[in-house]
Antibody, heavy 121, light 112 residues
Framework: EVQLVESGGGLVQPGGSLKLSCAAS????????MHWVRQASGKGLEWVGR??????????AYAASVKGRFTISRDDSKNTAYLQMNSLKTEDTAVYYC????????????WGQGTTVTVSS | QSALTQPASVSGSPGQSITISCTGT?????????VSWYQQHPGKAPKLMIY???NRPSGVSNRFSGSKSGNTASLTISGLQAEDEADYYC????????????FGTGTKVTVL
């Protein structure tokens, strides 16, 4: 079964850091680009960033709202993607989803169940 | 880069057809055939319904169809069913380096 499982969410104070993990199974993780998407409570989806595969030099891209604060990485030996979040702000409070970019097409065809990040003092 | 514009809500009776619009610019929706649509039920993760404007992933009902004209993409649900009641989001690749992808504002579909 193709699956993504996020972990690492929790409560953190403003200015703090948190690292989310996304464990993949059921497909060739190393060949897939991966995205992070977030959703604040009662709000819409917001694209956070993406990391491409080794074949594409692990290229990353980020939303303006997180650029310079968030870093996406991956460990293909562990079939896991990561989202390192630093200098967290209250507006970063959201459910964070990792998603798989389709092979050869544009779309996010596999989504995790999400992990909740709450930034509050 | 602003979110793509969708109507806040659309409703229809069972068996009817409804269409959700998604308006962007020539830098996103109008510039690429990389529009996708996602369905999200309350408390659940989004699900891909349409990719690259009009393609359905395996397992998605053929009652769902997509199209695009200029800077506006559309999702049509025909033969509306109670299970179609959910939030729907469009998304597009953009020509800007940040963000690389943009989502729509979301549309709540209600089955009357």
């Amino acid at each position: 079964e193709v699956q993504l499982v996020e972990s690492g969410g929790g409560l953190v104070q403003p200015g703090g850091s948190l690292k989310l993990s996304c464990a993949a199974s059921g497909f060739t993780f190393s060949g897939s680009a991966m995205h992070w998407v977030r959703q604040a409570s009662g709000k819409g989806l917001e694209w956070v960033g993406r990391i491409r595969s080794k074949a594409n030099s692990y290229a990353t891209a980020y939303a303006a709202s997180v650029k310079g604060r968030f870093t996406i990485s991956r460990d293909d030996s562990k079939n896991t993607a990561y989202l390192q979040m630093n200098s967290l702000k209250t507006e970063d409070t959201a459910v964070y989803y990792c998603t798989r970019h389709m092979n050869y097409y544009y779309g996010m065809d596999v989504w995790g169940q999400g992990t909740t990040v709450t930034v509050s003092s | 880069q602003s979110a793509l514009t969708q109507p806040a809500s659309v409703s229809g009776s069972p068996g009817q057809s409804i269409t959700i619009s998604c308006t962007g610019t020539s830098s996103d929706v109008g510039g690429y055939n990389y529009v996708s649509w996602y369905q999200q039920h309350p408390g659940k993760a989004p699900k891909l319904m349409i990719y690259e404007v009009s393609n359905r992933p395996s397992g998605v009902s053929n009652r769902f169809s997509g199209s695009k004209s200029g800077n506006t993409a559309s999702l049509t649900i025909s033969g509306l069913q109670a299970e179609d009641e959910a939030d729907y989001y469009c998304s597009s690749y953009t020509s800007s380096s940040t963000p690389l992808y943009v989502f729509g504002t979301g549309t709540k579909v209600t089955v009357l």
